[in-house]
């Protein structure tokens, strides 16, 4: 009898202190609402922080529970993160990028901040995003690279294309599907504007053209275009190849290695770096991180705020 009845207190203890911890979860939710933060962080951030709370729920056995928040400790956070770090990507083969590690991070970051707010910790606990020299996937072109790669291009169908690849993806920030799936009707010369409809996130935005995108694409659409079309093979997509069909994606990255082998340099960086490129120069000409963010289609500013740190980096 007295072992049941201590194994029943267990287990009465176990249901309270979960209950106890929905609920923590439950009013850090509605602690983040109430402040107007986005609907992607009210959502996401709690389920953050519950993969910490687990962990440690684990990592503290040996003391009453994790959800007396109380007990927990700066090192202990970031014992966590040490394994978050290193631990496999649950969605896919490999580990995490860096990106989603400083979005776990922000979400820790809010629940301490929440905690030390309502008076639950006497003091805050800080976790410092990790910087930009641990990003070597982001790699950012100067200017002078750029125009070195406008340069580079050839004076005939092809050479008119690749302008336009790189008006595209360094003076319109896309991303390689957004670029690959435009159509003739999306660019919108009357309004100077770039329609991008099949977004990563499915947020269709409106990307401004400066005067030298708009010259190149007009080029290359009443000229070039015209050229490459065949009646047999009728699209609408923008950028064709030389049998006239929609250009593919591995053919579109050749064309920028290419011309990055004629630079003096010669190394390729990949396409995604014109995207990089061009939103580290808009930050260091001052444009705000709001407007970077609606020109990049980032659905938050957590995407927008590795280039802050890139600018750094760039001479």
């Known amino acids: 009898m007295e072992g049941r009845g201590k194994n029943l207190g267990s287990k009465n203890e176990a249901n309270a202190l979960e209950i106890k911890k929905k609920l923590l979860a439950v009013q850090f939710k509605e602690w983040l609402e109430i402040l107007g933060y986005s609907h992607h962080t009210v959502y996401g951030a709690p389920r953050q922080v519950e993969e910490l709370l687990i962990w440690l ?3 503290l056995a040996d003391k009453t529970s994790i959800t007396q928040v109380t007990q927990i400790t700066q090192n202990d956070v970031e014992a966590f993160l040490e394994y978050f770090k290193n631990r496999p990507n649950k969605r896919r083969s490999g580990g995490l990028s860096i990106a989603h590690i400083n979005k776990q991070i922000e979400a820790i970051n809010l629940f301490f901040t929440y905690l030390k707010t309502t008076g639950e910790v006497p003091t805050k606990i800080k976790l410092k995003r990790l910087q930009s020299k ?12 750029i125009e070195e790669l406008y340069a580079l291009t050839e004076v005939n169908l092809l050479g008119q294309r ?3 690849i790189l008006s595209l993806y360094y003076g319109c920030g896309l991303r ?3 670029g690959l799936s435009l159509e003739v009707s999306d660019v919108l010369f009357e309004r100077k504007l770039l329609y991008v409809r099949k977004t990563k996130n499915r947020h269709e935005r409106y990307v401004p053209m400066t005067s030298r995108v708009m010259e190149e694409l007009e080029d290359y659409i009443y000229y070039v275009r015209p050229l490459l079309y ?3 093979k009728s699209t609408e997509r923008l950028l064709l190849s030389e049998r006239g069909l929609p250009l593919s994606g591995e053919s579109l990255a050749c064309r920028l290695k290419l011309l990055q082998t004629r630079t003096k340099k010669g190394q390729a960086t990949g396409l995604h770096s014109l995207r990089h490129s061009i939103a580290t120069h808009l930050l260091e000409a001052g444009v705000d ?5 609606l020109f990049l289609g980032h659905r938050t500013l957590d995407s ?6 890139l600018m750094k980096e760039v001479g």
């Open 230 to 232: 065949d009646d047999n």
């Open 162 to 164: 690749d302008r336009t």
């Open 57 to 59: 729920d684990d990592r």
């Open 304 to 309: 927008t705020q590795v280039y802050t740190h």
């Open 134 to 145: 641990e990003l070597p996937n982001h790699k950012v072109l100067s200017r002078d690279e």
């Open 289 to 293: 991180m709001d407007n970077v963010a």
């Open 176 to 178: 390689k599907s957004e």
